[in-house]
């Protein structure tokens, strides 16, 4: 990639308007003549409904309509799909998600009638006066309780509540592997339910114009949301429908996906040929957006006499939630087997996922979307084989790592490039450990327990292959660059005309990006999985060295000399040995008049490119945390958090740095205060708001040191891998072990995530007694 403006450290642009308030979300934005949406949710978790009557809501004020699940059957309106392909045993049993409930509801929050009135009140008064008959039943709301005998049934089509099995890896191998193993080591891991909580919560305004459905939404990929809802949902050709979003308050991949309310507002608005408004509020995220994580379930390392790993087994129960979700299935299954094994050179690896149905809300993707689950496991298994072969863990770590390229993992990744070694003794490093003996004695000498904890992590970093991306000349003089990927928070419209200037030779002031709207883009696979750079970003590179190959000839044409004679820097191209020049955008102004092409030329510069590549990176890195505990409290202090990480090659150092640093805060989150709980005989959700559900604040988080080590991927022109989602799969792990070295004067070897002050000092408790 041609130097210049990638690889520098520059600041947000778009950060002016977000700090000073010019931001457009959805929200924001005036609708005129615009209704309001109210959905009514289910106060049970798994009931039937013998009726619903809506007479008396209808007749309020303001009511202009009242939906309901017979409505929906009336005008053929399908179930919300599942479309993740998963090669499971025996086929995924995917029950049918209507936009809202009908003979029974299967989780507290799930939608069951959606009222339509002048304002927002007005539509929650008249939800409120729709009666509903319901018959309580029994509801279950862990994995492994649903898969137990005598559970209750939440799918008729769904024996024992199990939705599928997943088994992936040589059985013969592992258990051969396990049969002359010098050492075992197994633990019963829990990874626990959270919620992706971004600033804005889910929003939409639907309309009905001209014969076509309009929604605007705060979402992370428009192309797969109208695909399937014009195909599975409305079963309507997908140019019956424009999806666009303005700016997005993070999206965390909860915002990559179908929801029902998105179902019934445009359902609404072509009834009514009005716009209809709805946005959430945090109760509603809470209970019926997605959760994510939740995988439990027991897990086996062998290694030989020396340290050496020789096999890794895990046997886990996925909780779906009542419903398979789109890309919910995947998430403990394919996702997992990608990185499961981490940075570790393991012969062989067997993987088995039971999906179980619950009564609870569905689980999705979320920042890592099954990779923080397999780190996770691979890191707890390694320490703990540690602790029990009496090792150094940084050295069992160092004996195991993956040192020779290309390495192709038990379960079939294929990796290019790695520098795991070093990224281990760079951190070694950082984190000063000859001097942990010193900063525990202090710790000691004022009554607490002080823990370090190393872990390493591997991410896949692809998301959804194929990407199409343009690049236009405007009217106006800027460059357009249209990408079907697309933006929630990460800076792109910074990143992205970095590199385009560095390719192109062009300021990247000169640069526009246009995204998040079908109508200006024809294809796109949005935003997840760490991807937009690496698989966006190479469309984006094959369609700016299209636009400087149909230029050419035209730049000669103008210079009159041959194609071959010219030389292209800095945003001109020059006859060589001469003076004579022409800059780029004065050929593609020239370009827009036929008179001054060559015969046979097209007019115009503008150019697309779609990459079909399904080619996997390898993020990478190791961390170091230090933590303090209050044995009186239980209260866990982060107090220094280190880390370094490979990201191929940096488009902006700085952007990489925050995208890390906030990844992290949402592990460490994850491992220290975050889980969504459900009360295990009701099914009544206990999190449902910010007072019960505790995500990190400033106070809980050090300075969070990130530094890299640049080994660029050959899987894609640009040398990048991925910075999005690694926070949040190295930081679990690293985190816990760090708590776990805290408590091992105690004797405590284990606990579950969230390592809250009341579990911790529990453990303590129950050790000291």
């Known amino acids: ?148 005998p005598c559970a209750p049934q939440i799918w008729p089509e769904a024996p024992g509540n199990k939705a599928f099995r997943f088994e992936r890896g040589d059985k013969a191998a592992v258990d051969a592997a396990f049969a002359a193993a010098a050492h075992v080591v197994e633990l019963d891991l829990v990874n626990n339910r959270v919620h992706a909580a971004p600033i804005e919560p889910r929003g939409a305004v639907a309309r009905w114009e001209g014969g076509r459905f309009d929604l605007m939404l705060s979402g992370q990929g428009v192309h797969g949301i109208r695909r399937q809802l014009a195909r599975d949902v409305f079963h309507l050709p997908e140019e019956d429908f424009r999806l666009h979003c303005p700016d997005v308050g993070g999206g965390f991949g909860l915002k990559n996906f179908l929801f029902s309310e998105y179902v019934c507002l445009l359902l609404a608005a072509r009834r009514l040929g009005r716009p209809v408004a709805w946005t959430a509020d945090y109760t509603e995220e809470f209970q ?14 062998a290694l030989d006499a020396e340290g050496r790993f020789l096999a890794l087994h895990a046997d886990l129960a996925a909780d779906m939630g009542a419903y398979c979700s789109s890309h919910g299935p995947a ?23 039971t999906g179980a149905f619950t009564n609870s809300a569905p689980v999705d993707a979320y920042r890592g979307a099954g990779k923080p689950e397999a780190n996770y496991l691979t890191e707890r298994l390694v320490e703990a084989a540690a602790r ?22 038990a379960l079939g990744m294929l990796m290019d490039t790695g520098r795991f070694v070093d ?22 000498a004022r009554g607490r327990l002080r823990g370090l904890g190393i872990a390493c992590f591997l991410e896949t970093s692809r998301g959804a292959p194929h990407e199409w991306a343009a690049v236009r000349f405007a009217a106006d003089g800027m460059v357009e660059l249209c990408l079907g990927t697309q933006s929630n928070g990460q800076g792109h419209e910074t990143s992205f005309p970095q590199f385009a200037a560095a390719h192109l030779g062009l300021p990247a002031e000169r640069f526009r990006l246009v995204q998040a709207d079908t109508e200006a883009i024809p294809f796109g696979n949005g935003h997840g999985g760490a991807r937009s750079l690496h698989v966006g970003g190479t469309a984006l590179v094959m369609a700016m060295d299209t636009v400087l190959e149909k230029a050419r000839p035209i730049a000669a044409h103008l210079l009159q000399a041959a194609p071959e004679a010219l030389d292209y820097a800095e945003g001109q191209f020059r006859v060589r040995g001469t003076e004579r020049s022409v800059a780029l955008t004065a050929v593609a102004e020239a370009a827009r008049d036929p008179a001054n092409l060559p015969e046979g030329t097209p007019p115009g510069l503008d150019a697309e490119a779609m990459n079909l590549s399904e080619l996997v990176a390898f993020p990478s890195g190791a961390h170091c945390a230090e933590v303090e505990i209050d044995p009186e409290t239980g209260q866990v202090a982060l107090l220094r958090y280190q880390a370094v990480d490979d990201y191929g090659r940096l488009i902006n150092p700085l952007l990489t740095a925050g995208q890390v640093q906030g990844g992290l805060a949402q592990g460490i989150g994850q491992a220290l205060l975050e889980e969504v709980a459900y009360e295990p005989g009701s099914g009544q959700l206990l999190s449902a708001s910010f007072m019960d559900y505790c995500i990190p604040r400033a106070e809980d988080l050090p300075p969070l040191e990130v530094a890299f080590g640049e080994l660029p991927t050959l899987s894609n022109p640009l040398g990048v891998k991925g910075s999005g989602q690694a926070g949040a799969i190295g930081a679990p792990q690293t985190v816990v072990v760090a708590v776990l070295d805290a408590l091992a004067p105690l004797g405590i070897t284990h606990l579950d995530m969230p390592l809250t002050a009341e579990r911790v000092w529990r453990a303590i408790g129950n050790r000291v007694r």
Do not use: W
């Not at 019926?288 to 390392?301: C, E, I, S």
């Not at 403990?332 to 996922?353: D, F, H, M, Q």
């Open 1 to 148: 990639m041609p130097e210049g403006e990638a690889g520098r450290s520059v600041r947000r642009r778009e950060d002016l308007r977000f700090l000073t308030g010019q931001g457009r979300y959805v929200g924001d934005i005036p609708v005129p003549g615009a209704l309001h949406g109210v959905a009514l949710r289910s106060p049970h978790a798994h009931a039937r409904i013998l009726g619903l009557d809506a007479t008396a809501a209808r007749a309020m004020p303001g009511v202009r309509l009242v939906l309901t699940h017979a409505d929906l059957m009336a005008e053929g309106i399908g179930p919300l799909p599942c479309p993740a392909v998963v090669a499971t045993v025996a086929p995924i049993i995917v029950p049918p998600r209507h936009a809202l409930a009908g003979e029974a509801v299967r989780h507290v929050g799930e939608a069951i009638a959606f009222v339509v009135a002048e304002t927002a009140a007005q539509a929650r008064d008249a939800a409120e006066a729709i009666a509903v008959d319901y018959v309580p039943l029994q509801a279950v709301v862990e994995s492994r309780a649903a898969l137990a």
């Open 288 to 301: 019926a957006a997605v959760h994510a994580r939740d995988l439990r379930g027991r897990a086996r390392l």
């Open 331 to 353: 998430c403990p299954t394919n996702s997992v087997s990608t990185a499961i094994g981490g940075v570790y050179a393991i012969p062989a690896i067997r993987l088995e996922v």
């Open 388 to 409: 029990q072969l009496g090792m150094d863990p940084v050295e069992l770590r160092r004996r195991n790592l993956v040192t020779r390229f290309p390495h192709r993992s």
């Open 423 to 444: 990224n281990l003794a760079e951190l070694e490093a950082l984190a000063d450990r000859p001097g942990f003996a010193a900063r525990q004695a202090e710790s000691k």
